[in-house]
Structures are given as structure tokens and as C-alpha cells.
């Protein structure tokens, strides 16, 4: 199925962990390289607006996260984060783009945030789009869990999924229904363009969402928040963290994660919830564009924290 903006790309594929990986090139060789990392359950088209604004200064790459989009399943339903972070990381060497800067929203900016803590000095600037992972009040309640408890809880939620079918919609005007539900800050052509670079038709002719619905639960065992914490830390780039503040997410200005960057501004999207790249797109942009454009993004009569 095709939609604007298919002949200015062009389609790519790599290889990370005997997966074969799509992602989508802007063009512009020479240019600085940016990758895009889109979110859980999304896929890289969603960057459209994004890259067709940047594409210009920068040589916009945009992959589909395992899982996810054109990029094959895990055949055994992993989807950790650290696997998330491996790919990312085989993007970067085996296209040499290092150093490379990122944006990244939700489970993309997450990933981005603990590659760039790994490797600081291949990245020269960050954006995370409520990348933070989940809000402090959630992640003490998965902490008071036992170790066996978030396993039990995984392994039932992966036998749920074992029997879960992928949902169907008998049109796409039903899968177009479903995405403006799932965010209604969405204009009719917002939501079209997203739905359909987002679903496959299937061979009764109903469609069906590209992702896997394995990438669904929460891993039982993982990074600790002292140690997510200590690679937010090593970031030594300039950092944009932005925030929707009609969003489900916490605010890193009120909850106290800011304060683990060393060079870290926060800018507040009001009339914005979680895709405030979709919600406020235009402004989005401009702020992005003036961050990543600018040679030092915190000059020290910069406000730490701003409201757009």
C-alpha cells in the first residue's frame, strides 16, 4: 500500500542478530546523519512529517524496530531492550554514521538513551520524546514485586499472547477508526497515513496491525533504576528531552530525572500528549531543528526547563 512521501525514500535492510532489519533512507549523502526511532507498536513512517522537515540539513535514516513495521519478527517473541539496543548499535557500525544524532520517542527514546550511555562518543546530540521508561510511582510498584513474581507474571502474559491472534478489520476505514481512537489529537490525514504504512492486508482481504504483538509485555528482569540512571549519567552530548504535558507520562522536571543528565534541556509541549510530534508538529520541529542545528544547546543563559 502506498502514500505520500514514497518516492522521496528510498528502503533498506540490515542484518543484527540473524534478523533481517528495514529502514527507510531520506537521502541528502554528506549531510550530518540523523536517525529517528519511532515508539512501541509504531513503525518508521510515522517520522514522515519529521524527516521531510530535516531532510535538508541532515541525512534522515529511519528504522523499524524489530518486531516492528518492514523488520522480520523474533522468532522466539524476544524483544528485550537490550536487544532493542544491539540493533541500534549494528545500525550505527555497519552503516559507519558514528557520530550520528538521534531522536527518539518512547520505547525509540529509551533505546537511544542506554545506547547513548553506552557509547557517548558516538553520538553528537539526543532527543528523547518521553523516552524515559515508566513513571518513578509505576516503577516502585513493579519493584516491590519479587523476582519470581515478575517472572510468573511474564510467563503467563507470554502464554496469553501464544494464544492470542493478530486482530483483524474487515476495512481499512475500521483500522483508520482504531488509530484515531487510539490518539484523537489526530487529524483524518494523520491518521490515514499512519494506518496505512502500519498494517497489512491479509489473504481474506481483512487487515491486521505489522506488529508483533510478542513486543506486548514488559521484560521480567532488566536494567535497575540505579544503573539506568548511571548510563544517563555518562551522556555527554547535548540532550533535548521533551515532554507532552497532557501525557500519561512523568514529568523529568518534577520527578527528578533531569537532575541524572549532565547537559540536558527539557522542553514542555503544552496541548501535547505522548506523540507530541504529532500533536504539535510545527513547533516540534522548530525546536528540534534549532537544537540540533545550534553548535551548543544549554548556553548558560538558557532556562534549564521551557514551555512551548
Not at 527518539?104 to 524515559?132: C, D, F, M, Q
Not at 506486548?216 to 549519567?233: A, I, K, Q, Y
Request: charged share 25%; aromatic share 8%.
Amino acid at each position: 500500500m502506498t502514500g505520500p512521501y514514497d518516492d522521496e525514500i528510498t528502503t533498506h535492510s540490515y542484518i543484527s542478530q540473524r534478523l533481517r532489519l528495514h529502514y527507510v533512507d531520506w537521502g541528502n549523502d554528506g549531510a550530518p546523519p540523523l536517525i529517528l526511532l519511532h515508539g512501541g507498536m509504531d513503525h518508521s513512517r510515522n517520522w514522515d512529517w519529521v524527516a521531510r522537515e530535516l531532510r535538508q540539513d541532515f541525512h534522515v535514516i529511519a528504522p523499524d524496530l524489530r518486531g516492528h513495521g518492514d523488520s522480520q519478527w523474533s522468532a522466539d517473541g524476544n524483544y528485550q531492550l537490550h536487544s532493542h539496543v544491539y540493533d541500534l548499535a549494528q545500525l550505527i557500525q555497519e552503516q559507519k554514521l558514528a557520530p550520528v544524532a538521534i531522536v527518539g520517542h518512547s520505547l525509540g527514546g529509551n533505546i537511544a538513551l542506554r545506547y547513548t550511555g553506552a557509547y557517548p562518543e558516538t553520538v553528537s546530540k539526543i532527543v528523547a520524546i518521553e523516552g524515559l521508561g515508566l513513571p518513578p510511582a509505576m516503577e516502585a510498584e513493579r519493584a516491590a514485586m519479587s523476582v519470581d513474581e515478575r517472572l510468573r507474571k511474564w510467563i503467563d502474559e507470554q502464554r496469553s499472547l501464544s494464544r492470542r491472534s493478530p486482530r483483524h478489520y474487515g476495512s481499512l476505514d475500521e483500522a483508520i477508526a482504531r488509530m484515531e481512537e487510539a490518539n484523537p489529537r489526530l487529524s483524518p490525514a494523520q491518521a490515514r497515513h499512519l494506518t496505512i504504512h502500519g498494517i497489512n492486508q491479509n489473504e481474506d482481504g481483512t487487515y491486521s496491525w505489522k506488529f508483533d504483538n510478542y513486543v506486548r509485555p514488559f521484560s521480567p528482569v532488566g536494567l535497575t533504576p540505579d544503573e539506568l540512571h548511571h548510563l544517563w549519567s555518562r551522556i555527554t552530548c547535548p540532550t533535548l528531552l521533551i515532554h507532552g504535558c497532557e501525557s500519561w507520562a512523568s514529568d523529568p522536571s518534577e520527578d527528578g530525572s533531569l537532575a541524572y543528565f549532565r547537559a540536558a534541556r527539557l522542553a514542555k509541549f503544552e496541548g501535547a500528549g505522548h506523540w507530541v510530534h504529532h500533536d504539535r508538529l510545527k513547533p516540534f520541529v522548530d525546536e528540534v531543528k534549532k537544537f540540533l542545528l545550534a553548535g551548543d544547546s544549554q548556553a548558560p543563559d538558557q532556562p534549564r526547563t521551557v514551555i512551548v
